[in-house]
């Protein structure tokens, strides 16, 4: 079993509202264990795995030569409403935005005019 961690970027947010989580993962690791770990971690049978990787680059860090660190993402699709722990935070803004769009009352306030000022 692989170690899974939830990824959220503007990007991740936006999937997971529709039902795609995304998760990174070591570079080691595949498709089978990716969803051996979402079954006995999250308990969850996703629809579809997706992997991306990004792999070491040689860069220089303070003159000298130096590998970024890769790593591997996967978008998991999960059916409709199953959810991954982690994303939770994500889901609950969608729920507030809906909350603030409800229709405001259509009755209007009476205006009461200002009394004039007593000029000397």
């Not at 503007?10 to 529709?18: G, I, P, Q, V």
């Not at 690791?29 to 990787?53: D, G, H, M, W, Y």
């Amino acid at each position: 079993m692989i170690k899974l961690y939830p990824y959220i970027s503007e990007k991740s947010a936006d999937l997971a509202k529709r039902g795609k989580f995304t998760m990174l993962a070591p570079l080691s690791a595949t498709k089978s264990q990716v969803l051996n770990s979402l079954r006995k971690v999250f308990e969850v049978q996703p629809i579809k795995i997706n992997p991306i990787t990004k792999k070491s680059l040689p860069r220089l860090k303070l003159r000298k030569a130096a590998l970024d660190r890769g790593f591997k993402k996967f978008i998991v699709t999960l059916p409709k409403g199953k959810t991954i722990v982690g994303f939770e935070s994500v889901l609950e803004e969608k729920k507030d935005k809906k909350d603030k769009k409800t229709p405001v009352s259509q009755e209007k306030k009476a205006v009461t005019p200002k009394a004039p000022k007593d000029e000397k």
